[in-house]
């Protein structure tokens, strides 16, 4: 029986979030260090690295950080290898760190930016995958999170590429769910318009008016895609996997 007092803990597990330092990122990394975990967070920007190891800490939790890009193999390596040498284990790997340097028609998209879409937001999730599997999670299960997006369910325009790369990572986590059951789950979230720094393009100009066109009447927050991140990687979905859950304040409905 689930104990409504714990269902949600994750207490003596560590969890690698990359670009955990703002957006759905930092909100699922501090979602997670509130529910008992360390963290490991993989994220570009040294600064931000910093202050976000020290609000953990004055939060009282525990975490390391990596700088580099969650597209580049080195990176990938010491983040893996720092969570089960510093931190013990591997138990939950959300890859959420993504980019999108393309906005305009798909068919206008020049090659450098179509490979440095699929090289962080394609390739980078499923070399972290690996990289988890053979250094914790083969032996000891685990859980893999992917932060896609309602983009890579249906075509939007302006950010096609990006949306394509989504497609492929839905796809992806389907497949790695039927290859790496039961010891591994593996499911997506796919965000509708979140209110963060990296998406302002499309909520900035008329904030209140998109706000209106959602049943729920208003634009995401991090929070709120943290909390179904938390529920993925909880003991609460234990018979879950190879699922996509959107969260987009009932957009898709209209």
């Excluded at 490979?115 to 070399?127: M, S, T």
Aim: charged residues 20%; proline residues 5%; glycine residues 10%.
């Amino acid at each position: 029986m689930i104990d409504p007092a714990t269902a949600l803990r994750l207490d003596g597990r560590v969890a690698l979030v990359t670009g955990g330092t703002r957006g759905i990122g930092r909100a699922i990394v501090e979602a997670y260090v509130a529910a008992g975990a360390a963290v490991c967070v993989l994220a570009r920007k040294p600064d931000e690295l910093d202050e976000t190891e020290r609000a953990v800490h004055e939060f009282g939790g525990t975490i390391v950080t990596v700088a580099g890009s969650a597209g580049e193999p080195t990176a990938i390596e010491e983040a893996v290898a720092r969570c089960v040498d510093e931190l013990g284990s591997l138990d939950i790997l959300v890859n959420n760190a993504a980019t999108n340097p393309a906005f305009g028609p798909m068919i206008e998209t020049e090659p450098a930016k179509v490979r440095k879409v699929l090289e962080v937001n394609l390739e980078g999730a499923l070399l972290l995958a690996q990289s988890a599997w053979r250094a914790w999670m083969r032996e000891h299960g685990g859980v893999i999170l992917n932060v896609a997006s309602v983009g890579g369910l249906r075509p939007s325009p302006f950010i096609g590429i990006y949306n394509a790369s989504k497609a492929a990572l839905v796809l992806m986590t389907r497949q790695l769910a039927l290859e790496l059951g039961p010891e591994v789950r593996v499911n997506a979230l796919a965000p509708g318009l979140v209110k963060t720094h990296m998406a302002r393009a499309l909520w900035e100009t008329d904030e209140e008016g998109i706000a209106a066109r959602h049943p729920m009447r208003r634009i995401g927050a991090p929070d709120d895609i943290a909390g179904a991140a938390l529920y993925l990687a909880s003991d609460t979905a234990a018979w879950l996997t190879g699922a996509v859950l959107v969260i987009d304040g009932g957009l898709s409905l209209v």
